[in-house]
């Protein structure tokens, strides 16, 4: 073989080795689970400033779990509209909005206390109160339409100060309700956080230490209630 049979012979086997690299490349992308096209959401802002450890970086990715969606679980309140038919009972089929007396008005039954039950058992009071005088064994489907918006305040060293709302579903703690706010600020005191409430008509203020909920050291995350006011108090030590 003389020089140029093997320069065109070497130039040929450098042509073939890039297209076939070029060919590998989508089935390397095929084999490792199309990872490039799997959409990944904002890195989690920490609620903790980043000096500190291991454990309050954990609470702070888990502060936003998914809320379940409003179900025959949900427990009614007012200001929020549902919706009740009965099967073949046309004449009762009833839009109404929740008063603040937790009632609705119901055809042949007046005024029904549903507000603090359960969808699912708000549909079993009606049924029930149907069944002893009006229908036999009615069919009763109570939904829900539209939900009551419910609000809370957090105030003091925070990022982002202001009024929020309380989801639906509720299951917020408090250290969800600091990372809505963005997250404590450097000067935040932990130990000393304050919640102002509303107790039966009593005004509460309890004192918690957040330090301790990101820890996993208190037993009781602190869960968020309507109406609550959250201050976080500076630390000058």
């Given at each position: ?53 291991a454990a309050q970086g954990q609470a702070a990715d888990s502060a936003f779990p998914n809320l379940p ?169």
């Amino acid at each position: 073989m003389n020089q140029a049979t093997t320069s065109n012979f070497l130039r040929m086997m450098v042509i073939f080795l890039a297209a076939g690299t070029t060919l590998s490349q989508p089935m390397a992308a095929q084999e490792s689970g199309n990872s490039a096209l799997t959409p990944v959401g904002p890195a989690a802002n920490p609620i903790l400033p980043a000096t500190g450890n291991a454990a309050q970086g954990q609470a702070a990715d888990s502060a936003f779990p998914n809320l379940p969606s409003a179900s025959g679980a949900y427990v009614l309140r007012p200001g929020d509209i549902v919706n009740v038919i009965v099967y073949r009972e046309a004449d009762l089929a009833v839009t109404s909005k929740i008063s603040e007396d937790g009632e609705i008005t119901y055809p042949l039954l007046g005024q029904v206390k549903v507000g603090g039950l359960s969808a699912f058992a708000a549909q079993d009071l009606i049924r029930k109160k149907l069944d002893a005088g009006y229908i036999v064994n009615p069919q009763v489907s109570l939904s829900i339409l539209a939900q009551a918006k419910q609000y809370f305040t957090v105030m003091g060293e925070v990022a982002r100060p202001g009024i929020y709302e309380l989801p639906a579903e509720g299951g917020l703690n408090l250290l969800q309700s600091i990372g809505m706010a963005g997250g404590f600020t450097r000067i935040a005191k932990y130990t000393a956080v304050q919640i102002t409430r509303d107790d039966e008509g009593r005004n509460v203020t309890l004192k918690v230490n957040a330090r301790d909920i990101a820890d996993a050291k208190a037993k009781d995350p602190c869960p968020i209630r309507p109406g609550d006011v959250i201050t976080v108090p500076a630390s000058w030590f």
